[in-house]
């Protein structure tokens, strides 16, 4: 008898236990369920809202069109882009011409064969052929320079005295048939030391359509001196019609400005890099790529990290779908990817203003697409931003292992004396750093001078408000 109660209690405990268990898996499954069905109810309604973004999203591929493909960081740190609209509107901020001769009206009186304030030279394995123009007003070079080899050719004006507090708008028309181009400058301090910049290289002309180049510099503070010349370092042969050169002052910001940017939005950066950022108090703009939490791809941050991010007022932006070359992308998959990007992340975050491009590829036609979906566009152009900024074409100076801190101590300070915005990017934070990474005791030491400067540090959205209204107060109502 007392067996068969035991039995009872047994099989009534067992019961109990049963239909607890029972009830727990069916609430679970209720929860579960329920949130399953406002997670497709959010995605149904995007589906809907943008039914070819999603249906191509899933087979979206950068395929052959980019290969091998590495960061491009071009440009020297001492180069701005302007808008050349506000250039335009600035010129009664503009010096008189500095250059002595810039259409080669004249010639030498001493030399007639050359132009007055010009002189030539060959270096290295090249030899050239010079020819002051006098009748078109230009000068040429045919340059010779066997494959495989380094040399240069090319015309250089006489030296101006230089001001490191203004900027120099140095404007050059040329044609360029099958040669490159590189345009230099030479600086001169007190001393007699010289420090020789490429600015910037020209690719052969077109149809050999003139075309012009406009290029805005800040020399170095100890700059007392400089000119600019045009240099020819493969073989062919260019001709140049103008180049002038005017100062320009007023044009920094009201105070500088720096902003910390990470690309890509690698799992370092929330393991490695936040830490720091949350004890120093730096606000960042970190550029996503959109496919990377959405398939949960190894080494990237998953959504509830980069929400983390947003939630703590970091700034998202688009640095595409899948990190495809833009300018290497058909017409079709190009506007699919601008727009798509964007409405991807904007699906997870707030107001997605700005895109990063990948590689920082880009062409014209890419450029022209992207200011239809983006308020701004970062490039990886090395460089400032100042008072005559180009919101499309921004430039940034990307840190690497190399990067010294005496290098980056020279950066900021140049900001800071020139009223500049400078925009530093990073990718990768470890202690085995990659060719675009940094160790988290470096990127400490760089932020902590950052942090001493008592400069102020914003986002990039916020940079670009600010120096919009900046602006419009200047130059008139320029901007919404």
Same mark, same amino acid.
């Given at each position: ?64 069109? %980019? ?41 030498? $009186? ?34 010779? !320079?066997?494959?495989? %080899? ?31 181009? %590189? ?31 406009? !290029? ?23 001709? !140049? ?33 936040? $830490? ?81 491009? $990948? ?79 940094? %160790? ?41």
């Amino acid at each position: 008898m007392a067996s068969r109660k035991k039995k009872k209690k047994y099989d009534d405990e067992r019961m109990h236990f049963l239909r607890a268990l029972a009830l727990v898996i069916l609430v679970v499954g209720f929860v579960f369920s329920a949130i399953m069905s406002v997670y497709a109810f959010v995605k149904t309604k995007e589906i809907v809202q943008h039914p070819d973004i999603y249906r191509k999203q899933r087979d979206y591929k950068c395929s052959d069109e %980019t290969v091998d493909q590495e960061l491009v960081a071009t440009g020297t740190r001492q180069l701005l882009t302007p808008s050349m609209e506000l250039l335009d509107k600035s010129r009664n901020r503009w010096s008189g011409e500095l250059n002595n001769n810039p259409n080669f009206k004249k010639s030498n $009186p001493y030399e007639p064969e050359l132009p007055a304030g010009y002189r030539n030279v060959s270096v290295g394995s090249a030899s050239g052929n010079f020819l002051h123009d006098k009748f078109n007003h230009s000068l040429q070079i045919f340059a010779n !320079i066997p494959d495989g %080899t380094d040399g240069q050719a090319g015309w250089y004006m006489d030296y101006f005295g230089a001001d490191s507090t203004k900027q120099y708008i140095f404007k050059t028309s040329y044609i360029l048939n099958q040669a490159k181009s %590189t345009i230099i400058a030479e600086e001169v301090d007190s001393g007699g030391n010289i420090k020789y910049t490429d600015l910037v290289l020209l690719e052969p002309t077109k149809n050999k359509d003139k075309v012009d180049k406009t !290029i805005l510099f800040v020399p170095l503070p100890s700059t007392v001196k400089m000119r600019f010349y045009s240099q020819l370092t493969s073989m062919g042969s260019m001709n !140049i019609f103008e180049e002038s050169v005017h100062s320009i002052d007023g044009m920094g910001l009201a105070e500088p400005l720096i902003t910390v940017s990470f690309d890509d939005g690698w799992s370092s950066v929330h393991t490695a890099a936040k $830490p720091i950022l949350d004890e120093l108090k730096i606000k960042t703009t970190q550029s996503i790529i959109a496919d990377s939490f959405r398939s949960l791809l190894s080494g990237y941050m998953n959504l509830g990290e980069v929400k983390q991010f947003e939630k703590e007022g970091h700034e998202i932006a688009s640095h595409s779908i899948r990190h495809c070359n833009l300018a290497r992308l058909s017409n079709e998959n190009l506007e699919y990817d601008i727009k798509a990007s964007k409405l991807l992340l904007e699906s997870e975050f707030g107001s997605i203003r700005g895109l990063a491009y $990948p590689y920082g590829s880009y062409n014209q036609h890419v450029e022209d697409v992207a200011k239809t979906e983006y308020d701004y566009i970062r490039t990886t152009m090395t460089g400032y931003n100042g008072l005559l900024m180009d919101r499309h074409e921004l430039r940034s100076i990307t840190i690497n292992p190399e990067m010294t801190m005496d290098e980056f101590r020279s950066m900021i300070d140049l900001a800071i004396k020139n009223h500049l915005w400078v925009n530093i990017i990073y990718h990768k934070v470890g202690e085995a750093p990659d060719v675009y990474g940094i %160790t988290p005791a470096a990127l400490r030491e760089q932020l902590t001078y950052l942090k001493t400067k008592s400069v102020r540090i914003v986002t990039t959205s916020h940079a670009v408000d600010i120096i919009s209204k900046q602006q419009n107060e200047r130059f008139g109502k320029f901007l919404p």
